[in-house]
């Protein structure tokens, strides 16, 4: 089973540059989010979604953008980066009958 | 708002011995609460959940967590650490908000030493 999969793993931008972080799943999973991991500072969400077509902001959703135009996609839009978004990111999915999320492996992004 | 607090950065423990991580919350209505597991590099693992029903609720990995609602606590226990165990460690909440949208705190890194 695929689950979550996100790409790329790793990536190094400069400032303001633009970039998409891709996920996709492959449970039928109506609920997907999109997190970032900072040292100390646990997750916080970005972006989340409930269903194809639908989304929300969540804590920290300045400097991105997202699009759900399927259910099992739900890229993530990075417009003119810049330095504070050095962070691991975390798209994960959850379904109408599971309480848990699932989460892919991250992808780790720089910008220098 | 729902919050989570993990009051410990680092819990350091002997191979053997028993472990607890702590987890307390906040949260309107009945919580979802969840244990996740991160190894260096790698996404977060579910470990366990508690929903409703019995208090102690068990887990992957021989790990078990006991819910409390008058201490709003959810601390995640072993009987005997292994050496394997050692990780990062999330407690999460979920509240009876839209969305289900899952509120993870700090986290606590568990070392366990030989």
């Known amino acids: 089973n695929a689950g979550v999969t996100q790409t790329p793993k790793f990536r190094i931008l400069k400032i303001g540059q633009s970039m998409t972080l891709q996920c996709t799943q492959d449970?039928?999973?109506?609920?997907m989010y999109w997190y970032r991991q900072d040292p100390g500072m646990g997750l916080k969400l970005i972006y989340y979604s409930v269903g194809a077509g639908i989304t929300d902001k969540g804590e920290v959703p300045n400097g991105y953008n997202v699009s759900r135009s399927t259910t099992e996609d739900f890229p993530l839009r990075l417009e003119l980066a810049a330095p504070s978004q050095t962070s691991v990111y975390f798209c994960a999915s959850s379904g109408d009958f599971t309480a848990e999320a699932f989460f892919g492996q991250g992808t780790r992004l720089t910008v220098v | 708002a729902q919050s989570v607090a993990q009051p410990e950065d680092q819990v350091n423990v002997a191979e053997g011995n028993p472990l607890t991580v702590k987890c307390t919350y906040s949260v309107s209505g009945n919580p979802y609460l969840f244990w996740y597991v991160q190894y260096p590099n790698r996404g977060l693992q579910f470990l366990l959940k508690?929903?409703?029903?019995?208090?102690l609720v068990k887990g992957s990995y021989g790990f078990e967590a006991e819910f409390n609602k008058s201490q709003t606590s959810f601390h995640l226990k072993k009987p005997s650490a292994l050496v394997s165990d050692s990780a990062l460690y999330f407690c999460?909440?979920?509240?009876?908000?839209?969305?289900?949208?899952?509120?993870f705190g700090t986290g606590t890194q568990l070392k366990v030493e030989l």
């Open positions: 999460a909440v979920r509240g009876t908000g839209g969305g289900n949208k899952l509120t």
């Open positions: 449970m039928n999973h109506n609920y």
């Open positions: 508690y929903i409703t029903g019995d208090n």
